[in-house]
């Protein structure tokens, strides 16, 4: 899905604006997408990656990835490789890999101007107090006692404040704007505070740390950033970023401009590094990259194509406002790609032995198996046939009704690859389960052998598996990780209650041996049973995680 066959979204048309009025040149376009590296990407971030990496990439400018890094309680290196492994693999590259931290000197000097302009003051009251005094948004606030400090005291106690000569908590630098603005934001926000804490980056050598709006713009100014795209809770910190521009920028510099869009929330899930961290500490998930998790990196593990997530970003596009995206068009992109490059193969999950009464015991034969129909470079290999093999218990019924298009006694199916069989008989254990199914087969009705007989239609077409040569593989079966579709705006109720207990079943299968060879992060699709990709944690053996089920399958079953 090409970018330019679309009608333009809101953010395209304010670019095409910008560059017909002359705001900005083509060539100085530049976009970033500013992760705080304080948790795993998830699929609300691959939104905003594939938005701004795809203005880059339809602008042909370049993409800057920026860590948002100024809390160092939360921030760690292990999130800033995740971070760029996971945009990497979604495939696209950047221009510059550029750190906030790296500029918190320019941070700090500007801090100084600002001071110096008496735009800025060091306040001595505790955080309620501050707090107390921001006012309503009907409300004026009210001035704090520090805020006509002297500039020579304002820049002594900042220096002082920067050479850890102070604790946390009892000094603050705020930006002396207007404490009657009718955006609460401009009422003399905070834009340093103490914290004596190691920064992953920059270790000891900070005890200050500049808060996000006084560090965003600024980074982006000093990127020469033309669109900064954020979500709308940003939108009333839009005055206070081109405040900060005004007091700051040279003339001649490019200036930033800020722009919102809608954060995107999706069924069934969180979207919100915080609640995804909590889902990992109290190890309901096993991992940041648990298969169950939205994050990039589980979306990875359990099979999904980085293309199926960009084509589904394209056509959830961006919206002006927040709206639940239903996460079954996510699984419909997956399958649309799996279609296309899975490859083939046959294995059983739940097994009911079916004996061919009239195949010569201890004979085998390779069957010849198509690997992708919608791919002939993908070619074919030979599956074993023998007189006893393996099919889905709810393939058999003894008596079923008329439109019942899987075997029952007395009627035919084939077997996929393989022949025509019939039913003959039985085999009930105490409770009247049925244990075994007798069936003949048709000698002249093998696939490919260009008899009559193999061209012969039947209503059903079964996957099975040869019992002697069959290879078990661990797999797991993942259902929703949430039984409520929007599970964190529950009144009363923590998004934990509606924790799935049934979101993973693991099961035995039983497949055909080719798949014993099966390299993580592979993905095929186990006929009629849905897409299994190879843990990319599998040891020794593989382990297929299921990617997804199938909607739809080479043969119709039943009308229903
Ligand atoms: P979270 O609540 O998950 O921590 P965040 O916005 O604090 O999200 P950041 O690391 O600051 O996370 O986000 C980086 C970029 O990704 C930001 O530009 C942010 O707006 C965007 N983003 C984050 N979540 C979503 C979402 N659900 N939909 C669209 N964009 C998102
Ligand atoms: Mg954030």
Redesign the pocket.
């Known amino acids: 899905m090409e970018a330019n066959k679309r009608s333009l979204n809101f953010i395209e048309i304010l670019i095409e604006e910008d560059l017909k009025s002359k705001a900005y040149a083509q060539e100085s376009l530049r976009f970033r ?4 590296p ?2 795993y990407l ?4 691959a ?2 990656i594939c938005l701004n990496f795809g203005l880059g990439h339809k602008y042909n400018a370049p993409v800057n990835l920026r860590f ?1 890094d100024t809390n160092p309680i939360k921030e760690e290196q292990e999130y800033v490789d995740a971070i760029k492994d996971d945009v990497k693999w979604l495939g696209f590259s950047w221009d510059k890999e550029c750190y906030a931290s790296d500029y918190f000197e320019q941070l700090y000097q500007w801090a100084e101007a600002l001071i110096q302009k008496g735009l800025a003051y060091v306040d001595s009251q505790p955080s309620e107090a501050i707090a107390a005094q921001k006012g309503t948004p009907t409300e004026a606030g009210t001035d704090s006692p520090y805020r006509e400090r002297s500039t020579d005291e304002n820049l002594k106690l900042f220096r002082e404040m920067k050479a850890g000569e102070h604790p946390e908590g009892s000094l603050v630098l705020r930006a002396k704007i207007d404490m009657n603005s009718s955006n609460m934001l401009m009422r003399d926000p905070i834009i340093y505070r103490i914290m004596h804490k190691p920064h992953h980056r920059t270790e000891d050598k900070w005890c200050i740390y500049p808060m996000y709006d006084w560090a965003h713009g600024q980074s982006d100014y000093i990127e020469q950033i033309t669109h900064s ?3 709308l809770e940003f939108v009333m910190h839009r005055e206070l970023y081109d405040w900060f521009l005004d007091q700051l920028m040279k003339d001649g510099d490019l200036r930033p401009k800020q722009r919102e ?5 999706f069924s069934h899930t969180v ?4 609640k ?1 961290l909590q889902l990992v500490e109290n190890k309901v998930v096993d991992g940041w990259d648990d298969p169950r998790m939205p994050t990039i990196s589980g979306m990875r593990r359990r099979g999904y194509p980085p293309q199926a997530i960009q084509n589904f970003a394209e056509t959830i596009g961006i919206a002006k406002r927040e709206n639940l995206v239903d996460l079954s068009l996510l699984e419909f992109h997956v399958r649309e790609e799996l279609n296309r490059t899975a490859n083939r193969v046959m294995a059983v999950l739940d097994p009911l032995k079916l004996v061919i009464t009239n195949y010569p015991e201890g004979q085998e034969e390779w069957l010849e198996a198509e690997n992708n129909p919608e791919d002939e470079s993908a070619g074919y290999r030979k599956v074993p046939f023998s007189r006893e093999l393996f099919i889905e218990q709810e393939d058999f019924k003894e008596e079923a009704p008329r439109k019942f298009f899987r075997l029952k006694l007395g009627g035919e199916v084939r077997l996929k690859n393989g022949y025509i069989i019939q039913a003959t008989d039985c085999v009930k254990d105490v409770d009247g389960n049925v244990t075994e199914v007798h069936a003949t087969y048709d000698p002249k009705s093998k696939s490919g052998s260009g008899t009559e007989e193999s061209l012969r239609k039947v209503k059903g077409t079964l996957h099975w598996v040869s019992v002697a040569h069959a290879y078990q593989a661990q797999t797991k079966l993942y259902d929703r990780l949430f039984s409520h579709e929007s599970p964190d705006t529950q009144k009363d109720k923590d998004f934990m209650s509606f924790v799935n207990p049934q979101s993973l079943q693991v099961v035995t299968a039983f497949c055909e041996p080719s798949l014993k060879e099966a390299k993580p992060g592979q993905t095929f699709q186990f006929q009629r049973l849905g897409y299994f990709t190879v843990d990319s944690k599998s040891t020794k053996e593989p382990i297929f995680n299921r990617t997804s089920q199938l909607r739809d399958t080479w043969a119709k079953l039943t009308e229903d």
């Open positions: 997408f500013p992760p705080e304080n948790g998830h699929i609300g971030h939104s905003s948002d795209l954020c979500t869009f809608a954060r995107r929330n979207v919100s590094k915080r995804l």
